[in-house]
């Protein structure tokens, strides 16, 4: 089974990105397929590392701010927004280390990336509410749009772009080490069929 979006990664960069991505989650303990889908929403589905946010001063693949990169060893957003796809998701991972552990789903992932101080909070949590830059940057997220915007709904955002046969919320082994249905229900009729027999 292909990554979520995968179709969507230009085919220039399609394989290599694809192999980084997984051996990316690997390093981290996630399930690629939820980093495949943040990085969709957050790069406006170009998979691209010099898209900018309209809004404010994010660029690239996980959106990247000033805020965000000031503890990366020093690169700027000049020097992100000059990388290739596949370069830049090495900042990708050393933006996400630090919360190696606490990315248990897909919104959790979500949250390191958007506002790291929320990851495990509850859904009534508010994040960002209005007049602040924060809030109209993120005013999308806002979707009962009463000037505040919660966990709940930064949830209820993320839930939208996850495809049909996803999970958000389970840990899934590389497609290469899932076992065929086909074969599981074989060893299970063996089995009954042997522990029958008097």
């Known amino acids: 089974m292909a990554l979520a979006y995968e179709s969507l990664v230009p085919s220039a960069y399609r394989s ?3 192999a980084k991505v997984v051996a990316i989650s690997n390093r981290l303990g996630i399930n690629p397929n939820w980093l495949m889908i943040v990085i969709k929403f957050e790069s406006a589905g170009t998979f691209s590392p010099s898209v900018k946010n309209p809004g ?3 660029y690239g693949l996980i959106q990247f701010t000033n805020a965000g990169i000031s503890g990366l060893g020093g690169v700027t957003l000049a020097q992100l927004k000059a990388m290739d796809a596949v370069t830049q998701l090495d900042w990708v991972e050393k933006y996400l280390t630090p919360y190696k552990g606490k990315m248990t789903d897909l919104y959790n992932l979500y949250l390191a990336v ?9 859904d009534a949590q508010k994040v960002y509410a209005s007049p602040s830059a924060a809030y109209s940057a993120n005013a999308a997220l806002d979707t009962n749009k009463d000037g505040v915007i919660t966990v709940g709904e930064i949830k209820q955002v993320i839930t939208r772009y996850i495809p049909a046969g996803y999970d958000a919320g389970t840990l899934l082994p590389p ?4 076992v065929p249905i086909a ?3 074989a060893v299970l009729l063996f089995l009954f069929f042997i522990l029958k027999r008097p």
């Open 16 to 18: 290599e990105f694809i």
């Open 56 to 58: 404010s001063e994010a």
């Open 114 to 122: 958007f506002a790291p101080a929320y990851i495990g909070r509850p």
């Open 175 to 178: 497609t290469s080490t899932i």
């Open 183 to 185: 074969a599981v229900i």
